[in-house]
């Protein structure tokens, strides 16, 4: 079990490593990754045009459980609000325009990945 948890951790970061340089391609900052609290992870928060942007990485190497975007669950979307309203908090930005984004990433495990952004979510 321990190796199939590693194997998903390394695909994972892959996935948001991929996400990360394409984000960057298209204009947006990066200005921190793997946010953590209790409460749970961000993992990628960004800027772009003066807008900071919480960006959820799912990556899935096939469709046979849905697509990425089917694991933001209802419950995961309330989580990810309060992350992003404590990130904000702890990071003096209250006032400042933000949203959430969704990556979706497929790979076929050998380095080839698309990823199909979905801005404002929630």
């Known amino acids: 079990m321990k190796k199939a948890q590693n194997s998903l951790k390394v695909l994972g ?14 204009g947006m900052r990066i200005i921190d990754r793997n946010w ?18 919480f ?14 975007f089917d694991a933001i669950t209802p419950e995961k979307a309330f989580r990810l609000q309060r992350l992003a309203l404590a990130w904000m908090a702890m990071n003096h930005r ?12 497929w790979t076929d495990g050998y380095g080839s990945f698309e990823i199909e952004l979905r801005k404002a979510v929630l």
Not at 55 to 68: A, C, F, I, M, W
Not at 94 to 102: F, M, S
């Open 13 to 26: 970061a892959a996935g948001e490593e991929e996400v990360s340089q394409y984000l960057q391609r298209i």
């Open 36 to 53: 953590r609290i209790r409460g749970g992870e961000i993992d990628l928060v960004c800027e772009e045009a003066g807008t900071i942007v």
């Open 55 to 68: 960006v959820e990485v799912k990556t899935r190497t096939s469709t046979l459980y849905g697509t990425p």
């Open 94 to 105: 209250w006032g400042q325009d933000y949203r959430i984004d969704a990556a979706g990433v």
